[in-house]
Nanobody, 124 residues
Framework: QVQLVESGGGLVQAGGSLRLSCEASGLTFSSNAMGWFRQAPGKEREFVASINWSGSSTSYADSVKGRFTISRDNAKKTVYLQMNSLQPEDTAVYYC?????????????????WGQGTQVTVSS
C-alpha cells in the first residue's frame, strides 16, 4: 500500500521560506513522477509543481515559477518543495502525490495516491 507523509508546513511571514518534504513508502519510488498540489479554503485543488522519475525535468504553475523548487532524492524516497518569497495567497494545504507515469505532468488525473496534506499559512 502506497503511503505518503508530508511534513514541513507551518506559519511564516510574507517573504519567508519553507521546505516541504514528502516521504513515500510502499512503491518503487524511482519509477514514478511526483507532484505537489495545494488547496486553499473555498477553492479547488490546484497544481503546484511536478518532477519526473529521475529528477531531470520539472514543471511549475505560473503562480510559483521562480519562487518554488521541486526536487527529489530517490535513495531516500522523498520529494521536496522549497518555497521562497512566500505570499499570503500561497496559504493552503499542500499535498504530494504519486503520478501514474514517469514524466512531469500537471493535471491531477495523472496522479493516484495522495498524502494527508500539510498546512502552510503565510501572514501579511
Amino acid at each position: 500500500q502506497v503511503q505518503l507523509v508530508e511534513s514541513g508546513g507551518g506559519l511564516v511571514q510574507a517573504g519567508g521560506s519553507l521546505r516541504l518534504s514528502c516521504e513515500a513508502s510502499g512503491l518503487t519510488f524511482s519509477s514514478n513522477a511526483m507532484g505537489w498540489f495545494r488547496q486553499a479554503p473555498g477553492k479547488e485543488r490546484e497544481f503546484v509543481a511536478s518532477i519526473n522519475w529521475s529528477g531531470s525535468s520539472t514543471s511549475y504553475a505560473d503562480s510559483v515559477k521562480g519562487r518554488f523548487t521541486i526536487s527529489r532524492d530517490n535513495a531516500k524516497k522523498t520529494v521536496y518543495l522549497q518555497m521562497n518569497s512566500l505570499q499570503p495567497e500561497d496559504t493552503a494545504v499542500y499535498y504530494c502525490a504519486v503520478s501514474s507515469v514517469k514524466v512531469a505532468l500537471t493535471t491531477s488525473r495523472f496522479f493516484g495516491s495522495w498524502g494527508q496534506g500539510t498546512q502552510v499559512t503565510v501572514s501579511s
